[in-house]
């Protein structure tokens, strides 16, 4: 059971002290959280700091308020774990060079766990997602397709911590793939070699081969790599959504 909370910062303490409880008791998705007079009394502090603490870990998706209901434990997604990046990157100023280096080593290692891990049902995602990707005309299709791909190897791995790190970057991936895209145009580059880099890590975690699924992960994203430098050299030039496809 948590201590009675005598010193300063009481609702840092509060908080810690509620996430220690969850812990102790084992409470799971859909529980229970003792009322704030009970919780007020266990750690001997106001009912105001247990409100304030709730509210906190409420708003990092821990804990579920509604109007005339109980406060129940939550299971926190990749939203939360998202506004938490964009703050950090915001707040750090963090840059794309930054942020690509953190997606070679999110997402090599995730190739490498998907190549161990996949299954039937996964596969079956990641071939879909390989047509999706096939199928594409304009940078915008090619996004999408792309983002179901990446999704689809984390989910390969099998863990749980890499799919929900791979999501909460999205919203900042988006912006630097529209970025990477745009410098792999201006460079010369196009579709086919994106194409064939996406088939070349499938193959590999179809057939189970780990250090070949890194591999194939590192080299597509070094073509990220070149399309970024590309696009920090010439200014962020705006392409034509179409250009780097092949004629129809």
Known sequence: MPQSLKRTSLTDQATEAIIELIAERNLRAGDRLPASGELATMLDVSVPVVREA???????GLLERQ?????????PDSSHLSRLFSLR???????D??????????????????????TTETLASLEQAMGDLAGATTADELHGADVAFHAAVARAADNDLCELTLGALEPLLARLRRRVWGGWVTQGGGFTAILDAHRAVLDAVREGDEPSAAEAMSAH??????????SIRRGDQPVDPRAGFPAH
């Open 89 to 95: 990157v915001l707040g750090a100023e963090i840059d």
């Open 54 to 60: 709730v509210a906190g870990l409420a708003a990092i």
């Open 221 to 230: 994203l070094a073509q990220a790599r070149v399309g970024l430098e590309e």
């Open 97 to 118: 060079e930054e942020l690509q280096q953190f997606r070679e080593i999110v997402e090599v290692g995730n190739a490498r766990l998907a190549a161990r891990n996949r």
């Open 67 to 75: 109007q005339g209901r109980e406060t129940t434990i939550a299971t």
